[in-house]
Structure formats: structure tokens, C-alpha cells
């Protein structure tokens, strides 16, 4: 079955703008988390969606948010973008609710750069 | 959050030899896995192992829930497992380590 799906995979974006990333979860899945990855700051949890609802956070500002729609499919949207949100940002889906002996799978993430 | 400790940082090897990469978390979990980081920026998932020892291949990790740690093993290592390895302990998300740079040379 086809795996989880991050359009785009690159992107160049200008200070001030706002972006929005996509994610397809495997067919099935129903929990979409993101995560972002810096050199400085490594991989942190930004927030995780079940069934449409956000489920849990990550210690991020507010121009971060995202939202999952009815076939799972997630977006996460960055507004007045600054030069230090240059990252990669991931997309992992699981099976069912995390803990019920299913791991996450990730996508091959969308690299943003800000200038 | 679970705080994740691994070593070494960076581990230099040669084709065909064998090495073992070690996680400490610091709050006991019902869930783990290890990822390999591939040049491209993708986490591959290589094993979901919350405890006991599971082996896929050349790779093999074992997680001792009670005692905070997990070990991976690569055996007879080869240039396509360079990268960076990530152990993941997870209550309601992942929680990552900086991670263990591995260079193979051939």
C-alpha cells in the first residue's frame, strides 16, 4: 500500500509570507503528527491530529497550527514566516491510537526555506 | 518529556564490521522505535520494540523497559546504513535524541 505522502518537497518561501504543507497518512491510518527539524533544535513535536481533532501540542507560537479533514488527510500552515523556520518538516501516521502496539510511519518531508 | 540520551554522537566504521548504537530514556515507556535517517531527510522505520529483542536482517535491538535503555545492532555494516540513527521512546509523541551519526567506509 502506498506509504505517507508530503507535497511539497521543497519549497522557497519569503520572510512575512505563509505556507501550507500537505500530508496523505497510509490508507487507514487515522493519527497524523508533525514534526520539524532543525540542525540547532533537532526534532520536536509540533502537534498531532485523531479523527479531525488536534490532539496534543508541541511548545510552538501560534502561527503554527494545522487540521486534519474527514479522509485523514492532514495540512499544517506557517503565517508570517521567519528566517528560523527553514526546516524539514515530517509527517508520520499510525494505525490507531499510538500505544496500541503500532508504530508511526513517516513521509520523505517537505524542506522549506525561508529567505 | 521523556528525555533520550544517545551514544555514541558519530561512530566511524568499516565495511564488514560490527557496531552497537545505545539509547537511555529517562521515564519508562510502553512504546519504542528506532529510525535510520536516510541522506534525503526520510525517518525509515527499523523496529517498533517496546521490549524484548527483535532482529530484521543485518539489524537487530533489544529494549529493557525496566532498566531506560534500548541497544541497536548493526552486523557486517556496509555503506548504505550510513546516516543517522534515532531512538524513539513515545507516550502521546516521539520524543528524539540528537541521534547517532554513522559513517561506513568502504
Known sequence: KAGVTQTPRYLIKTRGQQVTLSCSPISGHRSVSWYQQTPGQGLQFLFEYFSETQRNKGNFPGRFSGRQFSNSRSEMNVSTLELGDSALYLCASSAVTPGQGHGYTFGSGTRLTVV | ?106
Open chain 2, 1 to 106: 518529556g521523556i528525555q533520550v540520551e544517545q551514544s555514541p554522537p558519530d561512530l566511524i566504521l568499516q565495511e564488514g564490521a560490527n557496531s552497537t548504537l545505545r539509547c537511555n530514556f529517562s521515564d519508562s515507556v510502553n512504546n519504542l522505535q528506532w529510525f535510520h535517517q536516510n541522506p534525503w531527510g526520510q525517518l525509515i522505520n527499523l523496529f517498533y520494540i517496546p521490549s524484548g529483542t527483535k532482529q530484521n536482517g543485518r539489524l537487530s535491538a533489544t529494549t529493557v523497559a525496566t532498566e531506560r535503555y534500548s541497544l541497536l545492532y548493526i552486523s557486517s555494516s556496509q555503506t548504505t546504513d550510513s546516516g543517522v540513527y534515532f531512538c524513539a521512546p513515545w507516550g502521546y509523541k516521539l520524543s528524539f535524541g540528537a541521534g547517532t551519526t554513522v559513517t561506513v567506509r568502504a
